[in-house]
C-alpha cells in the first residue's frame, strides 16, 4: 500500500497563493490515481481535485475550478496542488488521497469510498 505525507500548507493572505505537495512511497505511485480533499472545522470532508495515472486527465470541485491546479510527478512520487486567489473559504484541513485503478480514468467527482489511503494531512489557514 501506498503511504502519503502532505507538506505545504500555512498561514496566506486573502487573494494569495500556496502550492502543496504530497509525497509516496510504498506501491508503485503510477498505478495510482490521486486526489485532494479537504475538510473545515465542523464541515464534512469536502472533494477538492483528482488527477488520472498519467496526468493526462483532471477533474475538479465546483468550488476550486479556475482557481486550484493539481498535477503529479511520476518521476518524483509526488502530488501538488497549486491554489491560487485563496479565500477565507478555502480554510481547511487539505488530504491526499490514492485509487488504486487499473486503467488511466479519473473519478469526477472522486469519492471517499474509492480511497485506498489518505495522507495525515496540512493546514491551509487563509486570512481576511
Known amino acids: 500500500q501506498v503511504q502519503l505525507a502532505e507538506s505545504g500548507g500555512g498561514l496566506v493572505q486573502a487573494g494569495g497563493s500556496l502550492r502543496l505537495s504530497c509525497a509516496a512511497s510504498g506501491r508503485t505511485f503510477g498505478s495510482y490515481a490521486m486526489g485532494w480533499f479537504r475538510q473545515a472545522p465542523g464541515k464534512e470532508r469536502e472533494f477538492v481535485a483528482a488527477?488520472?495515472?498519467?496526468?493526462?486527465?483532471?477533474a475538479y470541485g465546483d468550488s476550486v475550478k479556475g482557481r486550484f491546479t493539481i498535477s503529479r510527478d511520476n518521476a518524483k512520487n509526488t502530488l501538488y496542488l497549486q491554489m491560487n486567489s485563496l479565500n477565507s473559504e478555502d480554510t481547511a484541513a487539505y488530504y491526499c488521497?490514492?485509487?488504486?485503478?487499473?486503467?488511466?480514468?479519473?473519478?469526477?467527482?472522486?469519492?471517499?469510498?474509492?480511497?485506498?489511503?489518505w495522507g495525515q494531512g496540512t493546514l491551509v489557514t487563509v486570512s481576511s
Open positions: 488527477i488520472s495515472r498519467s496526468g493526462y486527465r483532471t
Open positions: 488521497a490514492a485509487t488504486l485503478i487499473i486503467s488511466d480514468y479519473v473519478p469526477a467527482p472522486l469519492r471517499s469510498a474509492q480511497v485506498d489511503a
